[in-house]
T-cell receptor, first 116, second 112 residues
């Protein structure tokens, strides 16, 4: 079974600075998808960014980018120019491409605080 | 607007009582999922359904039951066998595997 590990329970960053959240995963599959979700205090789950394992190019979405290292099974999220609205729980998630619409496997999350 | 609707937002259960959490989607998604969220635990899978009239147990299915009679609906029943039901429950759906899951706003279940 696949597992996802987020080794940083809490992180903090100064407003306008850059922060990187870590995520590692364990799988024997060669094709899969990786996601970062944001959960603000409202508890709504918001997709931040998605990466297909067969693509070598790292995904970017505005201030959010990933560093995908397939051999190392690492998928870190970089937030540039941090804003107060970025304060939230961030979850890394893995999705297999085998057998149809498989569920996500989540890490335990990293709570990000943004300091004004 | 298409989306996922979970109701109620807050739910209270008495000892020995079964309660049902509603999840409805109008996204025409084939697959639906139920996750439980506890502090420090992330999201854990309870049940999921890839098509109507079919569903599979997740990692923590004991004490829960589901049905999938319609594509749009995937209700979760928390039975009296679930001894620690206090948690935040999230429902999600997806169209096909490479698309991300969409989530509802969640239901907070507490014991009276």
């Amino acid at each position: 079974a696949q597992t996802v590990t987020q080794s940083q329970p809490e992180m903090s960053v100064q407003e306008a600075e850059t922060v990187t959240l870590s995520c590692t995963y364990d799988t024997s599959e060669s094709d899969y998808y990786l996601f970062w979700y944001k959960q603000p205090p409202s508890r709504q789950m918001i997709l931040v960014i998605r990466q297909e394992a067969y693509k070598q190019q790292n995904a970017t979405e505005n201030r959010f980018s990933v560093n995908f290292q397939k051999a190392a099974k690492s998928f870190s999220l970089k937030i540039s120019d941090s804003q107060l609205g970025d304060a939230a729980m961030y979850f890394c998630a893995y999705r297999s491409t085998n057998s149809g619409n498989t569920p996500l496997v989540f890490g335990k999350g990293t709570r990000l605080s943004v300091i004004a | 607007d298409g989306g996922i609707t979970q109701s109620p937002k807050y739910l209270f259960r008495k000892e020995g009582q079964n309660v049902t959490l509603s999840c409805e989607q109008n996204l025409n998604h084939d697959a639906m999922y139920w996750y439980r969220q506890d502090p420090g635990q992330g999201l854990r899978l309870i049940y999921y359904s890839q098509i109507v009239n079919d569903f599979q147990k997740g990692d923590i299915a004991e004490g829960y039951s589901v049905s999938r009679e319609k594509k749009e609906s995937f209700p979760l029943t928390v039975t009296s066998a679930q001894k620690n039901p206090t948690a935040f429950y999230l429902c999600a759906s997806s169209l096909i595997s490479h698309q991300p899951q969409h989530f509802g706003d969640g239901t907070r279940l507490s014991i009276l």
